[in-house]
């Protein structure tokens, strides 16, 4: 299909394919505990809580659409990760994913360190009071501003991601009479995705310095000469949503194989190594994530094993979880506007939000589930579409699900495991007014991020 063609109508009206996951479920009220977030239920008027609070009363106070954050939920899986790397490693949760100043309060006391990629998310970070040392800085073109102010804020690690910004950091550091904490971020030749992991050619993209052609090996070299950096380890990253550990058991193999090559080559053993994030979550029921404790003792094991059989001292090992943390935390609550059926093919559900909340859908063809949460229903299962209020066709949030058959305008729908990249990734297309984020815990809701205005949108219109 050529760049130009307009993908959206034919690609997105083919029919369900056959086999598909969405069969219709046994019991369309049902809440599978893998996509919601832990505090979720259904009570007994049929009514869905989340943190002890109805959603419809969520719906009344805050308005839809809304992304709902479980707070203890996200707190629950903060400490799990914590726990399950223990105190000789070090979780840094992606900001990328979904940040805000809450959020980074959340993380500081549950002992996690924060991975920022932007100086929006480095001003956020350092606003709500993220101890420096504890953040982690990326990007593949950092501006000198942001490094200006990240140096000089002191952060734990600035992550370096090409040859022009060796010297950069190195500069900037030097200027302010100090030395940079700094890792290399290597491409191994590893790219993995959900339940595939590829290890040929991977070099082919933007990010980082690659371990072919003796490339990141010349990296270190550069950086070991320069007064303004201290680099204390090697970073890869592999790719988004993965479920397979292959992937990171080869990235892992090839990241000790450079510490070895630098140990021979400049006596010098580097402390520590990151391995990213992209650990997959369950946005339907087919997905199946690993734990946080099986993920910390795998790559534990393949680093202590290689480790052993290069003869070097294991290095602390770090990872950043973005979606692994905050993915099944939030759901995003619509309202349904207008309902349409297709004889024979499928309704379309019509909901206040659209890709202007979750552009996944459009993106990526991400797969999401739905369900009915302002009341149960015996009626039977419908095949939908949900989609979205904007003028495009390619505006869906949910591809195929099915919704009890009585559906009316009016009813309340949420899709769950929107909290990454969601609201992170939310635009103003047709000038739609991004949705709040609300915390929900224990009884109690607050509104962590709050809903736009069409007042911010003029604001920003200087006319
Ligand atoms: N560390 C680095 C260096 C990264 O580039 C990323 C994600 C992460 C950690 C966190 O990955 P996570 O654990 O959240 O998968 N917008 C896409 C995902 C892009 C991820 C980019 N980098 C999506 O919605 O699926």
New binding site residues.
Partial sequence: MSRSAHPAGPRHADVLPEGHWTAPATDLNALDEKVWSRTVTRDADGAVSVGGIEVARLAEEFGTPAYILDESDFRARCRAWADAFGADADVFY?G??FLSRAVVRWLKEEGLNL?V?SGGELATALDAGMPAERIAF?GNNKTTAEIERAVTAGVGRIVLDSFQEIVRVAHVAQGLGTRQRVQIRVTVGVEAHTHEFIATAHEDQKFGIALADGQAAEAVRRALTLDGLELVGIHS?IG??IFDMAGFEVSARRVVGLLAEIRDEHGVELPEIDL????GIAYTSEDDPREPHEIAKALGDIVTRECESAGLATPRISV?????IVGPTAFTLYEVGTIKPLEGLRTYVSVDGGMSDNI?TAL?D?EYSVSLVSRSSDAGPMLVRVVGKHCESGDIVVKDAFLPSDLAPGDLIAVPATG??CRS?ASNYNHALRPPVVAVRDGRARVIVRRETEEDLLRLDVG
């Fill in positions: 992606a990328k994913a991975d990629c990326h990253h988004s949503q990213g994030g992209g650990l950043e979880p973005g979606r692994a996944r990526y991400a990454a990249y990734m």
